[in-house]
C-alpha cells in the first residue's frame, strides 16, 4: 500500500487558502449496481461529436453485456469482439444519462477503472442536452486516447470565462479561458489536471482507480481527483460514503471555476449527469490530436478494424453519491 506524504501537504496548505469556500451537504442519493438501471435512461442517439460509434438501448446492452451489474459494481463498454464494415454503423457502446436534474449539488463518482485505447473518448460530465448550450455543461472526467492527465471543462452560452490567474486557486493547469461554446471550435474553459496521482488513461486504471467529485454552487464550481491509494490525501468523508460532506475540508481543487468573469447562476440549468464512450469524434478523431497519441493508422480504420485493442474500453462505477 502506497501514502502520499505530499498529497497530504497539499491538502493541508489549500485548507489554508480556500477556507473561504465550501459548505456541508446531506446525501440525497446513492448508485449501486442495479440502480443504475434505475437511475439513468439509455440513449441510443446519433453521437454529437460525430464518433465513430453506435449507442445502444438498454435491451441491446444487457443482451450483448455492454452493461453488467453487480451488488457493488456497474460496467459499462464498448463491443471488442466486432470488426466494423467501413460504411456500416460504428463500434457498439453505451451512453446513458441520469433521470435527475441537479443545480447546487455535490456529486462523487467512485471508479475502479475507466475506458483505454487508442481512438476511445470517454466521458463523465453533466449538461442538459435540449437547448445545450443554454444551460451550460461541466466536463468532471474526459480524455482521448490515452493521452493523460484528465481535464475538465464548462462550455456555456456567450459572456463566461475563467481569470488568468485560476491556478493560484487549483492544482491543475489552465488550459482555455473562454467558455463559450460557440467559438474556438468549442473548447470551452478548462484545466488539465496535477501529473500525479494518475488521473486518466492505463495509469489510473493500473493504480486501482479514484475518486472523482464535483460541486456546484452560483459562486463557484470545483471538481477534485483523489486517487483510491492515497490514504491520508483522501478526505474522510469521501473514503467512508459518509451521510454529509464538509466541501471546505477537501483541499484546493483540481479544476477551479470561480464566478468572477461568469455569472454561474445565468448560465447553467437542471442538468443531468451523462456517462458515455464513444470513439474518434471530433477530438479524439482530430488528426493532429490523433498523431500526438502515437497511436496507429488512423482513428477510424483503427476501430474498425481492432477490436481486440478494446477490451480495456470499459468503466467500472462502484458507486456514484449525490449531495445536496
Known amino acids: 500500500m502506497r501514502f502520499s506524504v505530499v498529497g497530504s501537504a497539499l491538502a493541508l496548505a489549500s485548507l489554508v487558502k480556500l477556507a473561504f469556500t465550501g459548505a456541508t451537504y446531506s446525501l440525497s442519493d446513492e448508485i449501486i449496481g442495479a440502480g443504475f438501471y434505475d437511475k439513468f435512461n439509455f440513449e441510443a442517439i446519433p453521437d454529437p461529436t460525430h464518433g465513430r460509434v453506435n449507442y445502444v438501448d438498454r435491451q441491446t446492452a444487457q443482451d450483448l453485456k455492454l452493461t453488467v451489474a453487480t451488488s457493488d459494481s456497474f460496467i459499462l463498454r464498448a463491443d471488442d469482439t466486432t470488426v466494423l464494415s467501413p460504411t456500416g454503423p460504428g463500434r457498439n457502446s453505451v451512453r446513458i444519462r441520469s433521470n435527475a436534474a441537479y443545480t447546487t449539488h455535490v456529486a462523487v463518482f467512485k471508479i475502479s477503472h475507466m475506458p483505454e485505447g487508442c481512438g476511445t473518448w470517454p466521458a463523465v460530465w453533466e449538461t442538459l442536452e435540449a437547448d445545450w448550450p443554454k444551460n451550460g ?19 456555456t452560452s456567450p459572456n463566461c470565462s475563467i481569470p488568468t490567474d485560476v491556478d493560484d486557486y487549483q492544482l491543475g493547469t489552465v488550459k482555455t479561458t473562454n467558455c463559450d461554446a460557440t467559438v474556438n471550435y468549442n473548447s470551452g474553459c478548462g484545466s488539465s489536471f496535477s501529473n500525479g496521482p494518475a488521473s486518466f488513461g492505463p495509469d489510473f486504471n493500473e493504480e486501482g482507480g479514484g475518486w472523482f467529485a464535483v460541486e456546484r454552487t452560483n459562486q463557484y464550481i470545483s471538481v ?16 467512508w460514503g459518509s451521510p454529509m460532506v464538509d466541501t471546505s475540508l477537501w483541499g484546493m481543487p483540481s479544476a477551479y471555476f470561480p464566478n468572477t468573469e461568469c455569472d454561474i447562476a445565468s448560465h447553467f440549468g437542471p442538468n443531468n449527469i451523462i456517462i458515455n464512450l464513444t470513439f474518434c469524434g471530433d477530438w479524439a478523431g482530430n488528426p493532429d490530436i490523433y498523431k ?4 496507429p493508422a488512423t482513428c477510424v480504420d483503427f476501430v474498425n478494424n481492432n477490436p481486440e485493442a478494446f477490451s480495456g474500453a470499459f468503466f467500472k462505477f462502484d458507486s456514484i453519491r449525490i449531495y445536496e
Open 137 to 155: 455543461e461541466i466536463d468532471i472526467l474526459e480524455g482521448v486516447n490515452n493521452m493523460a492527465p484528465n481535464q475538465a471543462h464548462l462550455h
Open 224 to 239: 477534485w481527483y483523489w486517487a483510491s491509494w492515497d490514504v491520508f490525501g483522501t478526505p474522510i468523508d469521501i473514503r
Open 292 to 295: 500526438q497519441s502515437s497511436c
